[in-house]
């Protein structure tokens, strides 16, 4: 179904169930004698969603997955891996720069709050829409999960105004903050993009950190035969809508000349050489090389917008 500006939605439904998709990644990451990823709640919490497709790529017998080049499970693995790591990595060493407050925009089923080593003292903030918070928080209670920081959530839109929300959850404007937005971006509008980056920009303190990633081109999303092609696959996969459905079109802000225009420090790596990092290779599939121009951004809050 299309997207609409008041669309609200759970973690089996629309732009909810993307949140399991990349859960379901980590799952089969955090496998085997060599896990990738040292994730143990993202297994059960995918379980608890209960979409089928996502529960049934995680057994064994699913051999409908095997066969694809781009969605195999070793490829997923690979791919929320690369991704993972690189956020996991910014928050380690925001921590180790002395940040103690970080915000996790779009935290979905991402469970750093449960998992990573947060230097004591650490607030980690998560917002995200009310059901999908509602229900990570009471799943992870019920399997006995406890945070490794002091985790305060916001339900909320992030097309409303979270900001407002995040302050009065105790957010302090005054200390620097490590924000991460994983992917977020193409399922707000580009207006809400803007508006996100200018909020997290005002509420920066010099020396805030910044991680996210950037799509230099969406056009490919207009390609009527990729996109079918794409959909395709990820339809086998149990989303009930058209993933293109989910994404916002249409000419958007390129992040790294946005933030940088605010005063943030802007470093981009992009996809092949950060799987190359990791040890992996990009898959050989046109899909992917297309995808290959994904960068992953972080930044830092030099010198913040004047009135702050
Ligand atoms: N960051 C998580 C991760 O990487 O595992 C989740 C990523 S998932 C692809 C997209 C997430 O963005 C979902 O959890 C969804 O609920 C959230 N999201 C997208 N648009 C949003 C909005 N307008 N308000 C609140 N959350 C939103």
Redesign the pocket.
């Known amino acids: 179904m299309a997207r609409t500006d008041h669309d609200s ?1 759970d973690l089996a439904s629309s ?2 169930a ?2 399991t ?3 379901a990644g ?1 799952a089969l990451a955090a496998r085997g004698p060599e896990p990738l990823l040292d994730d143990p709640y993202a297994e059960p919490l995918v379980r608890a969603v209960g979409l089928d497709a996502f529960t049934r790529m995680l057994s064994e017998d699913a051999d409908e997955v095997a066969d694809d080049p781009i969605f195999n499970r070793q490829q997923m693995a690979e791919q929320v891996t690369v ?1 993972t790591r690189f956020f996991d990595d910014f928050f380690l060493r925001a921590g180790a720069a002395g940040i103690r407050q970080a915000v ?1 925009l ?5 469970t750093r709050a449960y998992r990573l080593p947060w230097p004591a003292g650490t607030v980690v903030y998560e ?3 009310p059901q ?1 918070i509602e229900f990570k928080t009471r799943t992870l209670a019920e399997l006995g999960a406890t945070p490794t920081a002091e985790r305060r959530t916001v339900g ?4 409303a105004d979270w900001s407002t929300a995040l302050r009065e959850r105790g957010f302090d404007p005054d200390q620097p903050t490590a924000w991460s937005a ?3 971006l193409i ?2 509008p580009p207006q ?1 993009q803007d508006r996100l980056f200018d909020d997290i920009t005002a509420l920066s303190a010099p020396g805030s950190a910044l991680a996210t990633e950037h799509v230099p081109d969406l056009s490919i999303l207009a390609d009527d035969d990729r996109m079918a092609d794409f959909a395709q696959r990820w339809k086998r996969y149990g989303m009930a809508d058209e993933w293109t459905d989910l994404v916002y079109q249409g000419e958007r802000a390129q992040v790294p000349a946005y933030l940088s225009g605010a005063g943030w420090q802007v470093t981009a790596r992009g996809t092949v050489d950060l799987y190359a990092a990791n040890g992996f290779a990009l898959p050989d599939h046109e899909m992917m090389t297309e995808l290959a121009d994904l960068t992953y951004i972080s930044a830092v809050l030099s010198d913040p917008t004047p009135g702050r």
């Open positions: 939605w732009v909810g993307t949140a998709g990349v859960a980590r991704r996790i779009a935290s979905g089923l991402d917002i995200d829409q999908v909320i839109d992030l097309r994983e992917g977020l399922y707000l809400a």
